[in-house]
């Protein structure tokens, strides 16, 4: 397993699509293996694999709290099914949009269907901050970052921030 370096906004490969996964083998496992260890190094609770530069429909998340046991989700070529109506507001934050945190608006509860880590095909129930952290994720895998459900103006004032950032950090 290995660290692997995190894209940051405004990096042009985190618009990407991802591609859809053909199978689930051990070059994807150790894909996700990474993912992992780099999610959990940074930390977060979410990763989709553009978010380390690879264009594919996989995300891993782990929700347990600080004391709790690590219980990592893999969701291979996720597709969310039956948003309800009823929505739920949290504040989200992103490892690609460091340190920036706001409200999101989305649907409160839905079902996922995915291949998990040995490519058998589940489907999860979703609701509350799990829900809201699988939307978030999906949104990765068709290039959307969460800044890009908020104002124009808000979403511009970070991202000016991140990029005058990275050019006082590329000037160290
Ligand atoms: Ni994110």
Do not use: W
């Not at 594919?56 to 893999?74: F, H, N, Q, T, W």
């Not at 970052?145 to 050019?167: A, C, G, M, N, Y």
């Amino acid at each position: 397993m290995a660290i692997k370096e995190i894209l940051t906004a405004p990096d042009p490969r985190l618009r990407e699509v991802s591609k859809p996964v053909d199978k689930v083998d051990d070059a994807l496992r150790a894909l996700m293996d990474d993912m992992l260890e780099t999610m959990y190094d940074a930390p977060g609770i979410g990763l989709a694999a553009i978010q380390i530069g690879a264009p594919v429909r996989v995300i891993v998340m782990d929700l347990a709290g600080k004391d709790e046991e690590p219980s990592p989700l893999y969701f291979v070529n996720p597709e969310i099914l039956d948003p309800s109506e009823d929505m739920n507001v949290y504040e989200e934050g992103c490892l690609s949009v460091p340190e920036y945190f706001d409200e999101v608006e989305r649907p409160a509860r839905c079902r996922v269907k995915y291949l998990d880590y040995h490519g058998k095909e589940q489907v999860l129930e979703a609701e509350g901050m799990i829900a809201t952290c699988i939307q978030h994720e999906m949104d990765h895998l068709e290039g959307v970052l969460f800044i890009d459900h908020l104002s124009r103006l808000k979403r511009e004032r970070v991202l000016k921030k991140l990029k005058k950032e990275q050019r006082l950090a590329a000037a160290m």
